[in-house]
Each structure stands twice: as C-alpha cells, then as structure tokens.
C-alpha cells in the first residue's frame, strides 16, 4: 500500500522560487501518474500539475504554466518546482497518486487522484 510524503515548502519571497519533493512509502511512485493538488482555505483545491508514469506527458492549468514544472527525479521522486512565486500561490500542496481508471487527457480533474499525501505548506509573501 502506497503512503505519499510531501517535503520542502516553506516561506518565500514574492518572484522567488521553491522546490516540492514528493516520495512513496510501500511502492515506488513510477508504478503511478502522479498530481500536485493544491488547496486553499475557502478556494476549490487545483490540480496544478501531472506526470504520467514514465514522465514524458505533462499538463498544467493556465494559473501555473511556464511558472511550474513537474519532473521524475527518480523511480521513488517526483518533484515541483515553482519558478516566480506569487502570493495567490500560497496554499497547502498535496502529492498525489493517480486512480486504477487514471486518464491522462483529464489529469487536471481532481477525480483522477485518490490516495493523496498530507501536504506541506507553501507560504509566497509580498
């Protein structure tokens, strides 16, 4: 059974960059396309990026593109790194694994995730 741990957020100054490191426990994450899912208090959550398995299919919602990129470090790390932060970025960022029915044409849908980490937060100051 896949447990997914978040590391790396923290507090930033607004144009700054940060780096999410995600990681399994029990399986490796290549075994899964994966999602960073963000969630702020009051706002939907927002899928603001996916991976497929091997890594070559990517997406991101018009909110993060050319700001954010999602790589495969290694068969158990997925990594986000969040290039000109601002402070509509501040949120509480999940990693999470695609489903058994998981479709890369609708991984920006929230429905395509259903084991998530606890998530980390991300503080962008202005």
């Known amino acids: 059974q896949l447990r997914i741990v978040e590391s790396g957020g923290g507090w930033v100054e607004s144009g700054g960059s940060l780096k999410l490191s995600c990681t399994g426990v029990g399986n490796t994450l290549d075994r899964y396309p994966i999602g960073w899912i963000r969630q702020v208090p009051g706002k939907e959550r927002e899928v603001v990026s996916c991976i497929s398995m091997s890594g070559r299919n990517k997406d991101y919602p018009d909110s993060v593109r050319g700001r954010f990129a999602v790589t495969r470090e290694s068969a158990n790390a997925v990594s986000l790194h969040m290039n000109s932060l601002k402070p509509e970025d501040t949120a509480v960022y999940h990693c999470?694994?695609?489903?058994?029915?998981?479709?890369?044409?609708?991984?920006?849908?929230?429905?395509?995730?259903?084991?998530w980490g606890p998530g980390i937060q991300v503080n962008v100051s202005s």
């Open positions: 999470a694994a695609g489903t058994p029915w998981f479709n890369q044409a609708k991984c920006l849908l929230l429905n395509q995730y259903d084991n």
